[in-house]
């Protein structure tokens, strides 16, 4: 049974341009999250996303960043004109559903690093 | 709001001996679930332990034991016999119940394990 897929592994961007990470759940997952890692730091939380719905995006900057999960494919984070400050690890983590008890299995992140 | 404190950036320990690394939080809910990931060089996420905060006995997953202290809102992790493999980045996790089910890291512990 594959893990969390994330792609790519490794992404350099210029200031302005757009960042796309993708992310494939564990077989059987719908519920999809995704975390930012800045240099020295923790994960903290962005977006919690099911099939077809956000849930809950309180940690998503406001302006720039997006986030979906359609009914056919994989998550995709998307920043717009990145700037200097968004390079960093950026990892999805997914679980399936029922009740919270379930673990969530974390991919091998995504290093966005903006030039 | 929840907050998960790591008070240890930094811990040694001689290969085979023990280390305790502490985690406590901050939260007025009653029911949630308590998590160790470790982070190793590669970076990947990887979960060590989960504790669901409603069960007093302290969860054990081979060399791995948890103290988790609800009064006390400590949830401290215990590595036996450790391993040069053992080396990594330990985040403790909170994760509270209900329609969201985002996890609140704290800032880690970086844990050497020397020869």
């Known amino acids: 049974n594959a893990g969390v897929m994330q792609n790519p592994r490794h992404l350099v961007r210029r200031r302005g341009q757009e960042a796309r990470l993708r992310c494939s759940p564990m077989?059987?997952?719908?519920?999809v999250y995704w975390y930012r890692q800045l240099p020295e730091e923790g994960l903290k939380f962005m977006v919690y996303?099911?099939?077809?719905?956000?849930?809950?995006e309180s940690g998503m900057p406001k302006e720039r960043f997006s986030a979906e999960f359609p009914k056919e494919g994989p998550s995709i984070l998307r920043i717009q004109q990145v700037v200097r400050g968004d390079s960093a690890a950026y990892f999805c983590?997914?679980?399936?559903?029922?009740?919270?008890?379930?673990?969530?299995?974390f991919g091998d992140g995504t290093r966005l690093s903006i030039l | 709001a929840q907050t998960v404190t790591q008070s240890q950036p930094e811990m040694s320990v001689q290969e085979a001996e023990t280390v305790t690394l502490s985690c406590t939080y901050d939260?007025?809910?009653?029911?949630?679930?308590l998590f160790w990931y470790k982070q190793p060089p590669s970076r990947q996420m990887i979960l060590v332990i989960r504790?669901?905060?409603?069960?007093?006995q302290n969860a054990t997953e081979n060399r791995f034991s948890v103290n988790f202290q609800k009064a006390a809102k400590s949830f401290s992790l215990k590595i036996s016999d450790s391993q040069l493999g053992d080396a990594a980045m330990y985040f403790c996790a909170y994760r509270p119940l209900g329609a969201t089910n985002k996890l609140i890291f704290g800032t880690g512990t970086l844990l050497a394990v020397q020869p």
């Open positions: 996303l099911q099939k077809e719905n956000i849930i809950d």
């Open positions: 504790q669901e905060a409603y069960k007093q």
């Open positions: 983590a997914s679980s399936p559903p029922g009740l919270g008890n379930q673990p969530q299995h």
């Open positions: 077989k059987g997952h719908s519920h």
């Open positions: 939260t007025s809910e009653s029911d949630y679930y």
